[in-house]
């Protein structure tokens, strides 16, 4: 699953420490979402997209899906 985590935190100018701070998870935890080595449970999705005030759909993509929402 691809995501736009990284993209969207270094925007607004935080840390993965203050990120995961933010979530209440590990900044290891930021580091995996970010390269796409962890798909967060759908609470973290939910939040990381709230957090961003983001649609889910805006932050994380589904890989080959091309379909129009």
């Known amino acids: 699953m691809r995501n736009e985590v990284r993209t969207l935190r270094t925007a607004v100018g935080l840390s993965q420490q203050q990120l995961g701070e ?3 998870v590990s900044r290891q935890t930021i580091n995996s979402i970010e390269k ?7 609470p973290l999705a939910l ?3 709230r957090y961003f005030e983001r649609p ?10 091309d379909r129009d929402p």
Not at 56 to 65: K, L, R, T
């Open 22 to 24: 933010a979530m209440e």
């Open 56 to 65: 889910v759909e805006e932050v994380f993509h589904v890989d080959g899906d």
């Open 36 to 42: 796409e080595r962890y798909t967060p449970s759908l």
């Open 47 to 49: 939040a990381l997209a």
